[in-house]
């Protein structure tokens, strides 16, 4: 089943085509972040206009890459939630009129769950049911896949996501947005014992989180420096930085793993890609003797072809819309899918 996937989440606009939900025929990305940079973040109305300009032009290159008319197309799958609005608002009614114009089924796909499908690319062996640590720009969870379509939230950040302030601390250090990718590069030379940064404690549910205190923390530290004259160790502090993230999320997915008895973690979202988390991910599940699965790079951020692998599966639960289809800013993981 060719499955064309649509993604207008955020800021990149992405056409994939993916046959059966897990062989990526093409995958074609328009990113704007050097126009939102300059900006220091996203700017909404700037997104949802980009998404307009591109998703035309993404959608007959993804054809024309793969050498399929549109007749070849089975299916039309598409982020539906969360998102920024109008966005996700472009790419919804791009795929809408798709759908009605090739007379064929429209999937929504939650985003959440298409970036732990990115994992079925990158792994063809990979079923439900695993664990999924997911580590994005808006989303830090601990979820527990039972199934393609069914999964269940074992803990989550009570404020801000991990990729919020790995974005936060980046631009505060003058790094271009988004934060993540350099503060890592950064950190890769630097001495994570050199500053104390704080590590949330256990609340009343363990798996809980929370990363406010650390951005807060990392955020004082910087200005004081900069306040009484004593120059930052900018890559110690990056170092520090994603060595008390990567405390703040280890320990709860070790926990989680011997709670559910899982032999299986995957990781999932843009954060997945920063190397300390990789690191001290695959060395703390060996010691459980679990199977780690670790996206490439290129399938940690927003891509379509994770919304095509989700959405054959979601197809395959009868997950399909009509076209009172509505697109949603926020939306959980878990029940109905519209
Ligand atoms: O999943 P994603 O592409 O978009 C959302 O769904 O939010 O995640 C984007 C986030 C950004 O916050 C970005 O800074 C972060 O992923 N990120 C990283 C790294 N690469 C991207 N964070 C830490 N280390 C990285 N190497
Ligand atoms: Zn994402």
Known sequence: MNILAV????????VAIVQDGRKVLTDCIASQVDLHRIYGGVVPEIASRMHIEAIYGL?????????????????????????????VLVGVNFAKAAAMALNKPLIPVHHIRGHIAANYIAYPELKPPFLCLVVSGG??????????????????????????CFDKVGRVLGMPYPGGAALDKAASTGDDTKY???RSKPGVNPYDMSFSGLKTAALNLIHHN???????DINSLCASFCSAVSDTLVPRVVMALEQTGYKKLAVAGGVAANSRIRRDILYAAEKLGA?????????????AAMIGAQGYYEYLAGNVADMSLNAFATKSIIGETI
């Open 7 to 14: 993604e207008s989440s955020c800021d990149e606009t992405a």
């Open 59 to 87: 959608a007959d290159q993804a054809l024309a890459k793969t050498g399929l008319s549109r007749q070849d197309i089975d299916a039309i799958a598409v982020t539906y939630a969360p998102g920024l609005i109008g966005a």
């Open 139 to 164: 989303h830090t969870m601990i979820v527990d896949v039972q199934d393609y379509t069914k999964m269940e939230i074992l803990g989550t950040t009570l404020d801000d996501a991990a990729g919020e």
């Open 196 to 198: 104390t940064l704080p």
């Open 226 to 232: 900069e306040q009484v004259g004593e120059e930052l």
């Open 291 to 303: 199977e780690v699965y670790l996206p490439p790079l290129s399938l940690c951020g927003d891509n």
